[in-house]
């Protein structure tokens, strides 16, 4: 059984060189994997703004001791704003410092989408835990549908699917 392939092409110059072209792209695919990075970064931000899950599955709320909690530490104190709600925010964004660090970074042969929110003290990957959840709080997905095995959800694998194909189209000018 062969391990490569091998194909000679001769006679058209255009032709060669179109297909000389398609291979420089294809041996270094840094631009698909920055456009497959943005499309997941597209998702996470759409995941925020929807407060699903890859999946499409609504995210659990806030327990009701924390949003006593955060209700108390929004209300004002004393001086002349007292009583008044000082700072607000939604389910996984009360200061959008996680919403924020949302980033991704590319090369020919890998694309990382990630986040870098930790807790104070940096101690913990605050996406982490909400990705994974723990025993006093419920997984909120935010980049996989099972975080253990690494799997995307159907849309995310639609979606990087289209961007594949779009690239190929017009590498190979289809």
Avoid: C
Avoid at 136 to 146: A, E, K, N, Q, T
């Amino acid at each position: 059984m062969a391990e490569f392939l091998s194909i000679d092409v001769t006679g058209n110059r255009e032709l060669l060189a179109d297909l000389e072209q398609a291979l420089k792209r294809i041996e270094r695919p840094a631009e698909l994997m920055r456009a497959l990075g943005a499309r997941l970064e597209a998702a996470i931000q759409e995941r925020f703004d929807t407060k699903r899950d890859p999946d499409g599955n609504a995210w659990d709320g806030l327990a009701p001791s924390t949003q006593k909690r955060y209700d108390r530490a929004d209300t004002a104190k004393g001086g002349k704003f007292k009583g008044q709600v000082r700072k607000r925010g939604t389910l996984l964004e009360r200061t959008r410092q996680m919403r924020q660090s949302l980033t991704s970074n590319a090369g020919d042969d890998y694309v990382e989408v990630g986040m870098s929110r930790l807790s104070d003290g940096g101690k913990w990957s605050i996406p982490l835990l909400h990705e994974t959840g723990t025993t006093r709080m419920p997984r909120r997905g935010i980049f996989f549908s099972d975080p253990d095995a690494g799997t995307l959800g159907a849309q995310d694998e639609a979606a990087l699917d289209e961007e594949l194909t779009a690239f190929l189209d017009d590498v190979f000018g289809v």
